[in-house]
């Protein structure tokens, strides 16, 4: 059964950091693409950043190149967001989701959704 779990979210000042992580079960590691997700209150859903588990190739979206690292743990079917240098505008819920395989059309990434969109975990970054 496909499950997709995240953690690792919570209250930073601006400036800090936080790392999120999120395990993906019920797929084979290497068949698909995996991205981070967020939505703002009030503003539309945007990707991130998205990992080819096959090759390992990963894009991200302009705003958070050089703060956010995506990595993973293939044999734990595990990939983690590293967020640096956070912004109040990174506030938000973010939200890890498998895809068939990662589109990048105008900087915007998307992708087909392999599952579901499970609950997120909260990003709130304020002093």
């Known amino acids: 059964q496909l499950q997709v779990v995240e953690s690792g979210g919570g209250l930073v000042l601006p400036g800090g950091s936080l790392r999120l992580s999120c395990v993906v079960s019920g797929l084979r590691w290497g068949t698909y693409a995996i991205a981070w997700f967020r939505q703002a209150p009030e503003k539309k859903r945007e990707g991130i950043t998205c990992t080819t588990t096959s090759t390992g190739t990963t894009i991200y979206l302009d705003s958070v190149k050089g703060r956010f690292t995506l990595s993973s743990d293939d044999a734990k079917n595990t990939v983690f967001l590293q967020m640096n240098i956070l912004h109040s505008e990174d506030t938000g819920v973010y939200s890890c989701?498998?895809?068939?395989?990662?589109?990048?059309?105008?900087?915007?990434?998307?992708?087909?959704?392999?599952?579901?969109w499970g609950q997120g975990t909260q990003v709130t970054v304020s002093s």
């Open positions: 989701v498998p895809l068939l395989r990662c589109e990048m059309h105008d900087g915007a990434i998307h992708g087909q959704l392999l599952a579901d």
